[in-house]
T-cell receptor, first 115, second 116 residues
Framework: AQKVTQAQTEISVVEKEDVTLDCVYETRDTTYYLFWYKQPPSGELVFLIR??????QNEISGRYSWNFQKSTSSFNFTITASQVVDSAVYFCALSENYGNNRLAFGKGNQVVVIP | DAGVTQSPTHLIKTRGQQVTLRCSPK?????VSWYQQALGQGPQFIFQYYEEEERQRGNFPDRFSGHQFPNYSSELNVNALLLGDSALYLC???????????????FGPGTRLTVL
């Protein structure tokens, strides 16, 4: 069974600080997909990134970066120079092979950026 | 390009009643998935519809049922409502080019259901 663990529940940072969100996953499949979504107070889940299990390259998109390490089953997310607009709940999710398309979510990380 | 839309935004029902939630997928998408998100938790997968059939189902009782229409829109029905059904119900749409492809799911704003 697929499982995603996000250990920290709430993280508070002062604006312009960096924040890293940890995501550890479990799966028996060799092919799988990992995702990060952002959920602002409005409630809508906003897609941030998708990564398949064969692509371990780290990725940077503006102030966001992701570190995927299969050896430790982790897919961590860093926000650099945080801003108040980054305040939200961030979810890591896993989908297993063959068009499964069923997302298993972690419990989420509440990020609070203090101005 | 319209994203995923859901209606209604909020709903209040009493125990034992039935409710229907609606979802219109993003343009070009043919697959709709439904998730339940309790307060302070991550979304839980309910089921997924493709080609007007339920293709996958999570660990939810038969009180939860759905439907997909020829225009790819979908409904989620919940019968005999319980207090524990109070949650945010999220619809997600995606495009399925083949059975082996896992595509990104895009979510709607959700329907907040309160059961009294």
């Amino acid at each position: 069974a697929q499982k995603v663990t996000q250990a920290q529940t709430e993280i508070s940072v002062v604006e312009k600080e960096d924040v890293t969100l940890d995501c550890v996953y479990e799966t028996r499949d060799t092919t799988y997909y990992l995702f990060w979504y952002k959920q602002p107070p409005s409630g809508e889940l906003v897609f941030l990134i998708r990564r398949n299990s064969f692509d371990e390259q780290n990725e940077i998109s503006g102030r966001y970066s992701w570190n995927f390490q299969k050896s430790t089953s982790s897919f961590n997310f860093t926000i650099t120079a945080s801003q108040v607009v980054d305040s939200a709940v961030y979810f890591c999710a896993l989908s297993e092979n063959y068009g499964n398309n069923r997302l298993a979510f972690g419990k989420g990380n509440q990020v609070v950026v203090i101005p | 390009d319209a994203g995923v839309t859901q209606s209604p935004t909020h709903l209040i029902k009493t125990r034992g009643q039935q409710v229907t939630l609606r979802c219109s997928p993003k343009s070009g998408h043919d697959t709709v998935s439904w998730y339940q998100q309790a307060l302070g938790q991550g979304p839980q997968f309910i089921f997924q519809y493709y080609e007007e059939e339920e293709r996958q189902r999570g660990n939810f009782p038969d009180r939860f049922s759905g439907h997909q229409f020829p225009n790819y829109s979908s409904e989620l029905n919940v019968n005999a409502l319980l207090l524990g059904d109070s949650a945010l119900y999220l619809c997600a749409s995606s495009f399925r080019p083949s059975a082996e492809i896992t595509d990104t799911q895009y979510f709607g704003p959700g329907t907040r259901l309160t059961v009294l």
